[in-house]
Protein backbone atom coordinates (compact mmCIF):
# COMPACT_ATOMS: atom_id res chain seq x y z
CA UNK A 1 0.00 0.00 0.00
CA UNK A 2 1.16 3.88 0.03
CA UNK A 3 3.16 5.47 3.10
CA UNK A 4 2.25 6.35 5.92
CA UNK A 5 0.58 9.70 6.26
CA UNK A 6 3.04 11.21 8.74
CA UNK A 7 6.04 10.08 6.01
CA UNK A 8 4.09 12.17 3.15
CA UNK A 9 2.75 14.67 5.07
CA UNK A 10 4.31 16.03 8.49
CA UNK A 11 7.63 17.39 6.69
CA UNK A 12 7.93 20.83 8.79
CA UNK A 13 6.50 20.75 12.45
CA UNK A 14 6.24 23.49 15.17
CA UNK A 15 7.80 21.74 18.48
CA UNK A 16 6.32 23.33 21.63
CA UNK A 17 9.05 22.90 24.66
CA UNK A 18 7.79 23.02 28.36
CA UNK A 19 11.42 23.98 29.92
CA UNK A 20 9.59 22.89 33.57
CA UNK A 21 9.33 19.56 32.29
CA UNK A 22 11.87 17.08 31.75
CA UNK A 23 10.49 15.89 28.77
CA UNK A 24 11.47 18.71 26.59
CA UNK A 25 14.10 16.52 25.01
CA UNK A 26 11.67 13.54 24.24
CA UNK A 27 9.21 16.04 22.57
CA UNK A 28 11.47 17.34 20.62
CA UNK A 29 13.34 13.95 19.71
CA UNK A 30 9.99 12.19 18.27
CA UNK A 31 9.25 15.49 16.59
CA UNK A 32 12.83 14.51 14.66
CA UNK A 33 11.68 10.95 14.19
CA UNK A 34 8.62 12.13 12.75
CA UNK A 35 9.45 14.79 10.42
CA UNK A 36 12.72 12.19 9.27
CA UNK A 37 16.11 13.58 8.07
CA UNK A 38 14.51 16.17 6.05
CA UNK A 39 12.26 17.52 7.53
CA UNK A 40 12.32 20.76 9.35
CA UNK A 41 11.40 21.34 13.18
CA UNK A 42 10.35 24.98 14.45
CA UNK A 43 11.34 24.89 18.08
CA UNK A 44 8.83 26.74 20.22
CA UNK A 45 9.17 28.08 23.74
CA UNK A 46 6.44 29.89 25.69
CA UNK A 47 7.53 33.13 28.17
CA UNK A 48 4.73 33.37 30.45
CA UNK A 49 2.52 30.88 31.65
CA UNK A 50 3.67 27.97 34.09
CA UNK A 51 5.99 26.27 31.68
CA UNK A 52 7.60 29.49 31.34
CA UNK A 53 8.33 29.55 35.16
CA UNK A 54 11.52 27.56 35.41
CA UNK A 55 12.94 30.64 32.79
CA UNK A 56 11.95 33.21 34.68
CA UNK A 57 14.06 31.74 37.78
CA UNK A 58 17.35 31.32 35.44
CA UNK A 59 17.20 34.56 33.82
CA UNK A 60 16.71 36.14 37.37
CA UNK A 61 19.75 33.76 38.63
CA UNK A 62 21.61 34.65 35.39
CA UNK A 63 20.96 38.57 35.82
CA UNK A 64 19.40 37.91 32.10
CA UNK A 65 16.47 38.88 30.60
CA UNK A 66 13.59 36.16 29.78
CA UNK A 67 14.09 36.35 26.22
CA UNK A 68 18.21 35.60 26.51
CA UNK A 69 17.53 32.71 29.07
CA UNK A 70 14.87 31.39 26.48
CA UNK A 71 16.95 31.61 23.69
CA UNK A 72 20.36 29.38 25.78
CA UNK A 73 17.52 26.73 26.11
CA UNK A 74 16.71 26.78 23.04
CA UNK A 75 20.18 26.38 22.21
CA UNK A 76 20.70 23.48 24.56
CA UNK A 77 18.21 21.25 23.18
CA UNK A 78 18.96 22.21 19.48
CA UNK A 79 22.66 20.82 20.09
CA UNK A 80 21.31 17.51 22.10
CA UNK A 81 18.87 17.36 19.54
CA UNK A 82 21.93 17.24 16.49
CA UNK A 83 19.98 18.37 13.80
CA UNK A 84 20.93 21.10 11.38
CA UNK A 85 18.31 24.10 9.98
CA UNK A 86 16.57 23.75 13.34
CA UNK A 87 14.04 27.10 13.89
CA UNK A 88 13.78 28.77 17.00
CA UNK A 89 11.09 30.82 18.13
CA UNK A 90 9.65 32.73 21.00
CA UNK A 91 6.00 32.55 22.15
CA UNK A 92 5.02 35.81 24.74
CA UNK A 93 1.37 35.81 24.51
CA UNK A 94 -0.69 35.02 27.15
CA UNK A 95 -3.14 32.71 24.60
CA UNK A 96 -0.69 30.12 24.18
CA UNK A 97 -3.33 27.92 21.80
CA UNK A 98 -3.74 30.91 19.88
CA UNK A 99 0.16 31.65 19.56
CA UNK A 100 0.57 27.99 18.72
CA UNK A 101 -1.71 28.71 15.71
CA UNK A 102 -0.33 31.82 14.54
CA UNK A 103 3.26 29.97 14.64
CA UNK A 104 2.02 26.73 12.34
CA UNK A 105 0.88 29.01 10.20
CA UNK A 106 3.82 31.46 9.79
CA UNK A 107 6.54 28.66 9.19
CA UNK A 108 4.28 26.71 6.88
CA UNK A 109 4.03 23.71 9.13
CA UNK A 110 1.97 20.72 9.05
CA UNK A 111 1.40 20.10 12.92
CA UNK A 112 2.43 20.73 16.64
CA UNK A 113 4.27 18.53 19.04
CA UNK A 114 3.54 19.19 22.06
CA UNK A 115 3.98 17.32 25.38
CA UNK A 116 1.28 16.11 27.53
CA UNK A 117 1.58 18.45 30.32
CA UNK A 118 1.43 21.62 28.31
CA UNK A 119 -1.23 20.30 25.97
CA UNK A 120 -3.90 19.23 28.34
CA UNK A 121 -3.07 22.77 30.26
CA UNK A 122 -3.67 24.42 26.45
CA UNK A 123 -6.25 22.52 25.52
CA UNK A 124 -8.32 22.02 28.16
CA UNK A 125 -9.88 25.54 27.46
CA UNK A 126 -9.24 25.67 24.20
CA UNK A 127 -12.59 24.00 22.12
CA UNK A 128 -11.08 25.16 18.79
CA UNK A 129 -8.12 22.56 19.04
CA UNK A 130 -10.72 19.92 17.92
CA UNK A 131 -11.34 21.60 14.65
CA UNK A 132 -7.55 22.65 13.82
CA UNK A 133 -6.83 22.16 10.08
CA UNK A 134 -3.63 20.48 11.29
CA UNK A 135 -2.47 17.95 13.63
CA UNK A 136 -1.64 17.87 17.13
CA UNK A 137 0.79 15.07 18.37
CA UNK A 138 0.65 14.88 22.16
CA UNK A 139 4.07 13.02 23.58
CA UNK A 140 2.61 11.36 26.86
CA UNK A 141 4.91 11.38 29.87
CA UNK A 142 7.32 8.91 30.44
CA UNK A 143 6.24 6.34 32.77
CA UNK A 144 7.98 6.37 35.92
Known amino acids: MGQNATQTQLKRLVV ?33 GPEALSLHDYAESEGVSIKEAAGIYLAQVSERLGRHGLTSTLIDGTD ?43 VPARAA
Request: hydrophobic share 50%; no cysteine; net charge negative.
Open 16 to 48: VLDPSSPEGDTTAQLASALVGEEGELQLAVSLS
Open 96 to 138: LAADLIEAVEQAGAQGVVAPAELAARTMATKRRWAALPFPVVV
